[in-house]
């Protein structure tokens, strides 16, 4: 039998045990009751992004578009896809759209006149949107009315705007060819174009089209500040080959420039031609034209850095009256002093009737940034936008001078990277385009203000001939109800 020392330690080896038991048990219900303690899990935060340290417009490139000569597919074929691409969309909003068909010799298929062809030819004048962060693909749809056979061919010409004066588009032949694989299309992805909503956004003007104040300094008679009858550099825009003086009621010979149109409840801007004796004479220099200008340069309630700016007018159509409504960056020079800084610029709206570029149409209308080194406005970098005709994107097909329309931006700093900061432009607060901001700093650190400026120029490429200019039936005036700036509070929402 055991000693009485082994009997004592066996029972000790048992204790041992049982301890070590109840140790572990209380272990085990101590990380099943959710009160005890726990020890914290470390959490690593995401790096935050590298600004770089180079201007955004380094950074972004146009991109490159891409049209197929050709696309084969079976007879009978009701709906055809034609691919339109780029290399990548990750700095601006373009657009692209069928706008006719045309015949190909020996193709066996007669497209009409426009009117028969859109009726034979579903799918034409369709407007396809790229923003930012888009896929670069889009499928442009062509839905042929009839059923055509082996041989047969038809050619669709495809426009697109917003890609520069070398990428307007191009051409696809349509074939269709006995033994053709069907076509297989996956879609892509678009964001929704964006709508704005500004019922809960805070507005920092009042904008009274009767009492209205505005002088050539920025100053009225009490000297507080003012909307500016001229622009920060004087009254002429040489450098924009502009034929206009930029005219209020302290310029001799001037044609009420400005002034309050009480049927309209709106300040209206007149321009007109100047005959003979009847031109006026500034800077050494007798002017065809006149011009109209009010601009907030002073008037710090309409300047921010970001926020949106919304103006509601009428606008002209009259061959080459030239009407904007724009921003330009502002800062305060050593005696607290806010003066022009030019590049940036943000074009909110531009009509060119035919002043520059193609010939347009009553409703065109167009939108873009100027960028390069603030201030230097020798060394501007670049500019990119497009025109498009407003009633592509919602608003109604009515001449612009005829029914009052709204143009509208929103700027937005992006807080996390700053490179993915944008300009949304809106109509009728609809969105008709969006950029990456490049109308900024070059130093990406840096947020700069803006003012804003609403205009009609006058500009007639050839000889100036104000008779023609005053005899066109079509107004070359701007009537503006309302022009408003909500530096918080927007709501966009998706279409």
Same mark, same amino acid.
């Given at each position: ?153 038809? $050619? ?46 805070? $507005? ?292």
């Amino acid at each position: 039998m055991p000693t009485r020392p082994e009997i004592l330690a066996t029972l000790a080896g048992h204790l041992r045990s049982s301890a070590a038991l109840v140790d572990q048990l209380a272990e085990i219900a101590g990380a099943a009751d959710p009160a005890a303690p726990a020890d914290p899990v470390p959490v690593t935060p995401p790096p935050a992004p590298v600004v770089p340290d180079v201007p955004i417009w380094t950074l972004s490139a146009t991109p490159k578009l891409d049209i197929p000569t050709e696309v084969i597919v079976p007879p009978g074929t009701q709906d055809v896809y034609i691919p339109v691409s780029v290399d990548q969309c990750d700095w601006q909003s373009f657009m692209a759209y069928a706008d006719r068909m045309v015949n190909v010799n020996g193709g066996g298929i007669n497209v009409g006149n426009g009117t028969q062809a859109r009726a034979r030819f579903h799918g034409l004048d369709v407007v396809y949107h790229w923003s930012p962060g888009d896929d670069p693909l889009h499928w442009v749809k062509i839905s042929p009315q009839a059923s055509y056979g082996d041989g047969r061919a038809v $050619r669709v010409s495809i426009r697109v705007k917003g890609l520069g004066d070398s990428q307007k588009g191009g051409s696809t032949i349509i074939r269709f060819v006995d033994g053709a694989e069907p076509q297989q299309i996956t879609q892509p992805f678009h964001r929704p174009l964006r709508r704005l909503d500004l019922s809960g956004a805070t $507005r920092a003007n009042a904008f009274d089209p009767a009492t209205l104040k505005w002088s050539p300094n920025g100053r009225d008679a009490d000297g507080q500040p003012c909307y500016m009858s001229a622009l920060s550099h004087g009254r002429a825009q040489i450098g924009n080959d502009e034929d206009g003086l930029y005219a209020d009621e302290t310029i001799a010979k001037a044609v009420n420039p400005i002034s309050y149109d009480p049927a309209e409840n709106a300040i209206r801007l007149h321009t007109r031609g100047f005959v003979g004796d009847d031109r006026p004479e500034w800077d050494n220099r007798l002017w065809d034209f006149q011009a109209a200008v009010l601009q907030g340069l002073h008037l710090d309630e309409v300047c921010g850095a970001e926020g949106v700016w919304r103006m509601e007018a009428k606008i002209p159509i009259r061959k080459f009256s030239w009407p904007a409504f724009w921003l330009v960056n502002r800062v305060q020079n050593s005696r607290g002093v806010w003066e022009n800084r030019w590049p940036g610029e943000i074009d909110i709206l531009e009509k060119f009737n035919g002043s520059w570029g193609a010939a347009d149409s009553p409703y065109t209308s167009s939108f873009a940034q100027h960028y390069g080194p603030l201030g230097q406005w020798q060394n501007k970098e670049g500019k990119m936008g497009h025109e498009f005709d407003v009633h592509q994107y919602g608003a109604p097909r009515v001449p612009l001078d005829e029914v009052y329309t709204s143009w509208a931006c929103h700027v937005r700093y992006d807080p996390v990277d700053t490179t993915k900061s944008e300009v949304t432009f809106f109509v009728n607060d609809m969105e008709v385009g969006c950029q990456v901001l490049h109308a900024r700093h070059q130093d990406l650190n840096q947020k700069v203000q803006f003012y804003p400026i609403f205009n009609v120029a006058v500009r007639q490429p050839g000889n100036n001939n104000p008779e023609a200019y005053n005899a066109d039936p079509r107004t070359g005036d701007m009537w503006v109800r309302d022009v408003a700036y909500f530096p918080t509070g927007a709501r966009i929402t998706l279409v």
